[in-house]
Structures are given as C-alpha cells and as structure tokens.
C-alpha cells in the first residue's frame, strides 16, 4: 500500500491515508514533484515508548487539523475552490493539485484546514447523489500512537493502524464519516499566524469570517452516541450535545438518519453585517435560530452556518 505525502484524504476499501498538517511542517517541499509525492512519510510519527501517567490520561485528541470535503467530479472540485477562495475569502495553503484523476486543494479557515479532494469512483457513498460533502476529521494527539492504540482498544473501540490511527468502528463510523489520529508534530505558528492575516484582510469587509467554531456530526441512535462519548473521555458532552475538542474547536451531535458530517458552523464578526453580504451576492439561505445557512445551491449542497456567538 502506498502512502503519498500530500494531505489527509480518505481512499475507502483500498486505504491510503494522506495527512494535509505533514506538509504544513514541511512546508519548503509543499510543491514536490510526483515522485516525492509518492515518497514515505515514515519517521514523522515518532513517539516515546509510553506515556506518562498524566498524559495517559490527556484527551483522545488535541486538534481537528482538517475536515476533507469529498466531491463528485472535477468540475466541481474546482467550483468549490473558487467559492471557498474567492467568495468566502479563505486563504490556500496550496493550490490544486492532480494526481491520476483527483484533485486536493488545501484552504486554511482560521483553526483548521478545509481540503476538497476527489473524485473517488471505488467508493459507495450512503448518499450518492451529492456533488460534495464534509467527510473525514482527521486530528492531532499529544499522546503517543502506541498507548492511545492500547487505550482505544481497552474502550472496545475498532481501530486500525499505520502511521495514524484510524477509527474502523462501524457503531459511530460508517457511511459519510471518517475519523483519524495522527501524532502532533507541531506546526509552524508563524505560518499559520500568516494564513489567519490573510483571512482577516480578506473577510473583514465582506463576509467577516474568524474560524469554524463547530463541526456537526449526525449520529442515527444512542449507541452511536454512546460510542462517540466513549471516544471522547475525560472530555463530557454537554447537555447540548456539544463536545468541546479545545478552546476554539467543537463538535456539536445532532440526529441523522446516517453517519455524516453535517455541516459546519463558521465564527464570523457580525452576523447582520453577515446577511447584508449574503444578500448581495445571492448566497442567502434559511435560518437556523440565531445562525444563517448559505443557499445550499451556491455551495453544491454543502450545508455552511454562520454564527456571532463565540
């Protein structure tokens, strides 16, 4: 099985993982040729031989580093690009890229990394008639892989394992969703401090978006509830169904009829100021409560909220 060193991606039944954060780290070889992109990746998950007792302990996970969009064709693949970059204002961390007959495109959106990539022809979606939704989250550990495995194991939690952590449990991860764990190599803050100027000279005369505040994952009963809160100890679910992953990252747990990513929930500066903008440029579409979702039809059925509240 190969590994390419490109970016998280999910490649179902035949997998092959593509961490988008190992090249954020290395960042002067972001433009390899093919052939590096086709080279291991080997060596940047080196961990201690265990855990301290107090990190055993830690969070499952530190970070959600990117949320990959999966999408139908090319064409789309590109239109998406267009409206995160153009439209929204997102600032790329790198271009698209094609290798064979997909496309990656990484998009920074303040705290994490949006990465639209695809088409995959050998996979079945639960849905199949979409041209792109939100799929994999794919995360950060301060842990070491090998005790975080064990530990996952000792929750009765289906795992596999190369150079990430992938959950396989089909209770809470199936259909549209994928979830995986890859060491913390750290990132280069001052690159990041960077892309989130950028974002701000971008959006704040227009749209006025911060940073996606909450991801939300759809969940079909209470046994996958049940798994999803047996993953996230020490970490609580609040009354509101609202996992808090750090201080600016959340997932919010809502009733679907299948295992998906839902929808994602953009911080922006002003939400009136917000609508005005959407108005605009026709992306206005339904309210929910006290967000405002973007017209699903300009966004290729991707459902995007957008919120004031912190």
């Known amino acids: 099985m190969n590994k390419f060193r490109i970016y998280f991606i999910y490649l179902p039944e035949g997998v092959m993982i593509i961490p988008l954060y190992i090249m954020i780290i290395l960042r002067r070889s972001l433009f390899l040729?093919?052939?590096?992109?086709?080279?291991?990746?080997?060596?940047?998950?080196?961990?201690?031989?265990?855990?301290?007792?107090?990190?055993?302990?830690?969070?499952?996970?530190?970070?959600?580093?990117?949320?990959?969009?999966?999408?139908?064709?090319?064409?789309?693949?590109?239109?998406?690009?267009?409206?995160?970059?153009?439209?929204?204002?997102?600032?790329?961390?790198?271009?698209?890229?094609?290798?064979?007959?997909?496309?990656?495109?990484?998009?920074?959106?303040?705290?994490?990394?949006?990465?639209?990539?695809?088409?995959?022809?050998?996979?079945?979606?639960?849905?199949?008639?979409?041209?792109?939704?939100f799929f994999g989250l794919n995360c950060e550990t301060e842990r070491s892989l090998s005790s975080l495995a064990e530990d996952l194991t000792r929750r009765n939690i289906v795992i596999s394992r190369d150079e990430t952590i992938q959950v396989t449990d089909t209770a809470f991860i199936k259909q549209n969703i994928y979830f995986s764990v890859a060491a913390g190599p750290g990132r280069i803050v001052t690159h990041e401090d960077s892309l989130r100027t950028v974002l701000y000279r971008n959006t704040r005369n227009s749209?006025?978006?911060?940073?996606?505040?909450?991801?939300?994952?759809?969940?079909?009963?209470?046994?996958?509830?049940?798994?999803?809160?047996?993953?996230?100890?020490?970490?609580?679910?609040?009354?509101?169904?609202?996992?808090?992953?750090?201080?600016?990252?959340?997932?919010?747990?809502?009733?679907?009829?299948?295992?998906?990513?839902?929808?994602?929930?953009?911080?922006?500066?002003?939400?009136?100021?917000?609508?005005?903008?959407?108005?605009e440029n026709n992306l206005s579409g339904n309210l929910y409560g006290d967000d405002i979702a973007l017209n699903r039809s300009a966004t290729f059925g991707l459902l995007i909220l957008l919120s004031e509240k912190e």
């Open 207 to 279: 749209l006025g978006i911060e940073r996606i505040k909450e991801i939300r994952v759809g969940y079909p009963d209470k046994s996958a509830l049940d798994k999803w809160e047996l993953l996230m100890k020490p970490s609580i679910l609040s009354h509101d169904s609202l996992w808090v992953v750090n201080e600016d990252q959340s997932v919010r747990f809502v009733k679907s009829t299948i295992r998906e990513v839902k929808a994602i929930v953009f911080k922006v500066i002003s939400v009136e100021k917000a609508k005005k903008w959407l108005t």
């Open 33 to 133: 040729t093919a052939v590096c992109l086709m080279a291991g990746w080997q060596g940047l998950n080196g961990q201690p031989a265990a855990d301290s007792e107090e990190l055993k302990y830690a969070p499952v996970i530190s970070r959600i580093a990117v949320l990959s969009i999966h999408i139908r064709d090319t064409i789309v693949h590109d239109s998406i690009y267009h409206f995160l970059t153009e439209k929204l204002g997102l600032p790329v961390e790198y271009y698209p890229l094609t290798w064979m007959d997909r496309k990656y495109a990484g998009i920074f959106a303040g705290n994490m990394y949006l990465e639209p990539c695809g088409p995959y022809s050998n996979f079945s979606y639960a849905s199949p008639d979409f041209r792109a939704i």
